[in-house]
């Protein structure tokens, strides 16, 4: 039998259906409330709000379980790769051979930009931040294909797909090349995916980068571990600006901006600062700690919590594994690790920590490995968006293909009641 939710409002009860996920996650479905009841639910920062029923992600914070279309992170970070897992998470399945071929094949054929677009990088300042050149581009490449800007035609999808998932790797190389002055290197097309971002990132107009196979595979990791996380910051936004029907490129520029802030995909970058600060301070760690728990000093100790986990966060674990690996491989000691390694221990003997599941994330140690392997630190958010792009695609899929009204969340309003519009003369 169907559950049912009772509730009781000034002396009535109303009956709400309980919706259950595959996973016996449970929801009350309150879609008719306001008509029903003139009541609506407020939940500041949507941390009971489940705003939408998505087959491509599950994570349980409290158990620290994450998986794509049901298959654990741990088995896919060991087993797979990047491309692999982006057509598990868009298409819903592990690509056969022959599918995997196709779509590395279709990736290839599409990760040039259009020529015309070389202006567009010029028009940037030097030093502009690679994300905001990340989001204008993907937006700005969306005017060279005028078929994407009619949301009712499903039969382009998959090259639209393509063309995304490509060209926001080329459009990340050439941002970082333009914000070090540094000419552009187009994409080799004998090259896998993630070499091929080394070889666009590093190379000389007249001398190859020499990809290191261990830095390759690390990265291909990174971008794995990022491919989709369900209704974060960023995939909600994507959702939001898909449920406009706009088109698939604007959709991941806003997902772009949303994941560009501190306490999202922005986390990376600011835990590397923070390591670096205390490192310049001479400080082990603890005098950060402390500072972190003072709600007076401003500061968060960057790469520790999370909204959902509250439990160690799978993708962690996976990347401090990695992390410790390359370092031997890379003959690399960075005396950051060993700050980060020590924070982590004092954090998780801490009360302050411990009392509100305050663990790692996936941010902790994934720039101390990108460091390693040359990536300026404000790439590493772009990094972060090259991963995410499988998952906002599957969102924007989903949203199109089960298309629901136009995402409109309601409000409590505070502000001032009927106020008097005063002439400016007037006016004190
Ligand atoms: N350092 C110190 N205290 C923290 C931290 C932290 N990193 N994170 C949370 N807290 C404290 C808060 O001050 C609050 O304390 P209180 O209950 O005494 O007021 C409590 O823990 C709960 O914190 P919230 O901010 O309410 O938790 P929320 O779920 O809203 O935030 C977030 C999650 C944004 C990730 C937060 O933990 C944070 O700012 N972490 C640092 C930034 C970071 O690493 N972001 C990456 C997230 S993962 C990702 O996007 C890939």
New binding site residues.
């Given amino acids: 039998m169907d559950k049912i939710a009772e509730l009781s409002l000034e002396g009535k009860t109303f009956r709400l259906p309980v919706v259950e996920g595959s996973e016996q996650e449970r929801a009350i479905d309150i879609s008719a409330l306001r008509n029903d009841t003139g009541y609506i639910t407020l939940d500041d ?1 949507y ?1 009971n709000t489940g705003s939408c029923q998505s087959k491509v992600t599950f994570i349980d914070g409290e158990k620290g379980i994450l998986r794509y279309r049901g298959i654990p992170i741990e088995e896919l970070a060991e087993k797979s790769t990047f491309i692999e897992v982006a057509h598990l998470i868009i298409f819903g399945k592990l690509p056969t051979s022959a599918e995997l071929r196709r779509f590395s094949d279709l990736l290839t054929d599409n990760e040039l930009l259009n020529e015309a677009m070389k202006h567009h990088f010029e028009g940037f300042p030097t030093h502009a931040h690679p994300m905001a050149i990340l989001s204008s581009m993907i937006n700005a490449a969306s005017c060279f294909y005028p078929e994407l800007l009619d949301p009712d035609r499903k039969d382009t999808f998959v090259v639209q797909t393509a063309r995304l998932l490509s060209q926001v790797r080329t459009i990340a190389a050439f941002a970082y090349r333009k914000s070090r002055g540094l000419p552009i290197i187009y994409p080799k097309p004998e090259l896998k995916y993630t070499a091929n971002f080394l070889h666009m990132m590093h190379s000389l107009p007249y001398r190859d980068y020499e990809i290191k196979p261990e830095a390759a595979r690390a990265l291909d990791l990174i971008f794995l571990l ?1 491919a989709d ?1 369900e209704q ?2 960023s995939t909600a936004t994507v959702r939001m600006v898909a449920s406009s029907r706009a088109n698939l490129f604007a959709s991941a520029a806003a997902g772009v901006c949303a994941l560009w802030g ?4 922005g ?2 970058q ?2 590397l600062e923070m390591l670096e600060r205390i490192h310049a301070d001479g400080d082990d760690g603890s005098r950060f700690i402390a500072a ?2 003072d ?1 007076n000093s401003g ?9 959902v986990y509250k439990n160690y ?1 799978p993708r962690a674990k996976i990347i401090k594994r990695t992390c410790d690996e390359l370092l031997v491989k890379l003959n690399v000691s960075d005396p950051l690790l060993d700050i980060a390694k020590h924070l982590e221990e004092a954090a998780l003997r801490d009360s ?2 411990v009392e ?1 599941k ?1 663990y790692p ?4 140690y994934s720039g101390i490995i990108m460091r390693a392997i040359g990536i300026p630190i404000e790439m590493f958010t772009v990094i ?1 968006a090259i991963g995410r792009m499988p998952g906002w695609i599957a969102n924007y899929k989903e949203v199109m293909e089960a298309p629901t009204r136009i995402y409109r969340p309601r409000q409590v309003y505070t502000g001032p009641t009927l106020n008097a519009y005063v002439p400016l003369k007037e006016r004190k």
Wanted: aromatic content about 14%; proline content about 3%; glycine content about 12%.
């Fill in positions: 920062g941390a990022h996380h974060n910051c501190p306490l999202h995909g986390a990376n600011a835990v972190a728990k709600k500061k968060r100790l960057m790469g520790f919590g999370h909204r966060d302050y920590f509100r305050l994330n996936v941010d902790f972060f």
